[in-house]
Structures are given as C-alpha cells and as structure tokens.
C-alpha cells in the first residue's frame, strides 16, 4: 500500500511561484511513474504534470509547459512540482498520484493510469 503526502500549497499572488512537495510511503516508490493533477473550482481533475521512474521524461500540458517542472527524488520518496509564473486559473486543489509499480519507463496522464492518490492540498492564486 502506497501513502501519498502533498505539503507546500498556500496563498501566492499572480506572477509568483510554489514549490509542491509529495512524499510517498513505501518501498516501491521509484519504480512508480508519479504525476500531479488539479481539480480547479467547479471543474473536473485535470492533468498538471507527470515523471517517470528514475526521472528521464516529463511531460505537461499546453496550460502549464514552460511554467511548470516536476523532479524527483527517489532516495527521499518524494516528487516535487515547482510552479512559476503563477496565473490566477492555477487555482486549484493539486493532487500527487502514482501508477502502481512497474518496469515500464512511461508518463500517463490520465487519472486512470494512477492507482494511488494524495488528499490534496489548496494553491490559490489571487490576481
């Protein structure tokens, strides 16, 4: 059983940044791919960012490339997402996910690629 732990998320004005930090629990962790995903208000979760085991490929979308990078650190169990250039839209509770173990070296995007979910934590970016 995989436990996922997201700290760093608060109050930041447009134009400034965050540093997303998840924590997992567990021995399988790095050969986890591991993503973060957003639910902003009145909307559905949505993809933010992705990394595979050992880190070689990310990928983001359109909405966040250039802004956002995520980085891994499989001695300490964790995945960060730094966030720069912050807009108000990136408003939203932002989730760490990981896939179930594996020996393939791939970065879903979808929701249904993870089987392990954080609680979720608020980024609210006022304008």
């Known amino acids: 059983q995989v436990q996922l732990v997201e700290s760093g998320g608060g109050l930041v004005q447009a134009g400034g940044s965050l540093r997303l930090s998840c924590t997992a629990s567990g021995r399988t962790f790095s050969r986890s791919a591991m993503g973060w995903f957003r639910r902003p208000p009145g909307k559905e979760r949505e993809f933010a960012a992705a990394?595979?085991?050992?880190?070689?490929?990310?990928v983001f979308p359109d909405s966040v490339k250039g802004r956002f990078t995520i980085s891994r650190d499989d001695a300490k169990n964790t995945v960060s997402l730094q966030m720069n250039s912050l807009k108000p839209e990136d408003t939203a509770i932002y989730y760490c996910a990981a896939t179930e173990p594996s020996t393939w070296t791939y970065v879903p995007s979808m929701v249904q690629a993870y089987g392990y979910w954080g609680q979720g934590i608020q980024v609210t970016v006022s304008s």
């Open positions: 990394i595979s085991r050992g880190g070689s490929r990310t």
